[in-house]
T-cell receptor, first 121, second 108 residues
Framework: QITLKESGPTLVKPTQTLTLTCTFS??????????VGWIRQPPGKALEWLAL?????????SPSLKSRLAITKDTSENRVALTMTNMDPVDTATYFC????FGSGWFGPHWGQGILVAVSS | SFVLTQPPSVSAAPGKTASITCVGN??????VHWYQQKPGQAPMVVIY???DRPSGIPERLSGSNSGNTATLTISWVEAGDEADYYC???????????FGTGTKVSVL
């Protein structure tokens, strides 16, 4: 059974750096073609893709946020981390991690439950 | 950047058909995926690669993609189909995944 779970702070102050962790089980990032992505959703708004990482450490970032994002993996601990710098209230959102397969072009079928992060002073 | 536009809302009576469009420049040349999201839940893919359904998704849900419009069609609408729906593509020219603006489906 494949599961993913996001963890991290639920409240950060403007200008701070956010680090979220996606801890997963039931699959390994040592498997060829396997990847994990991050997607966020502001309250009442649409989904937005942020970043993804594959087994071979191939990384992709949203062009509009690339300067603020960093994605890393810890294969031995089955974790993927996302760091976002210079947080702003507009970054208030639920952040999801999800599985992906190289070249598939979509996320899933396995998603985490999401973590709501508020940015406020 | 590549933009995908969906109608904010679509409604249909039980047993009728709901069609959700996803408009983007030459989207027919890309592979489109559709997600259903119910309140408080993570999105769930209901159509991938334009027309394919994951196991467990009823045949009532179907997809098509041509020209500048991709469409998710829900036939024989049921109360359980009430949700937000999003399209998704990988845009190779801008090297990014792009979600549509989202459509709320209401069952009358």
């Amino acid at each position: 059974q494949i599961t993913l779970k996001e963890s991290g702070p639920t409240l950060v102050k403007p200008t701070q750096t956010l680090t979220l962790t996606c801890t997963f089980s039931g699959f390994s990032l040592t498997t060829s073609g396997v990847g994990v992505g991050w997607i966020r959703q502001p309250p009442g708004k649409a989904l937005e893709w942020l970043a993804l990482i594959y087994r071979d450490d191939n990384k992709r970032y949203s062009p509009s946020l690339k300067s603020r994002l960093a994605i890393t993996k810890d294969t031995s601990e089955n974790r993927v981390a996302l760091t976002m710098t210079n947080m702003d209230p507009v970054d208030t959102a639920t952040y999801f991690c999800a599985t992906t397969a190289f070249g598939s072009g979509w996320f899933g079928p396995h998603w985490g439950q999401g973590i709501l992060v508020a940015v406020s002073s | 950047s590549f933009v995908l536009t969906q109608p904010p809302s679509v409604s249909a009576a039980p047993g009728k058909t709901a069609s959700i469009t996803c408009v983007g420049n030459n989207i027919g040349s890309k592979r489109v995926h559709w997600y259903q999201q119910k309140p408080g839940q993570a999105p769930m893919v209901v159509i991938y690669y334009d027309t394919d359904r994951p196991s467990g998704i009823p045949e009532r849900l179907s997809g098509s993609n041509s020209g500048n419009t991709a469409t998710l069609t829900i036939s024989w609408v049921e109360a359980g189909d009430e949700a937000d729906y999003y399209c998704l593509v990988w845009d190779s020219s801008s090297d990014q995944y792009v979600f549509g603006t989202g459509t709320k489906v209401s069952v009358l």
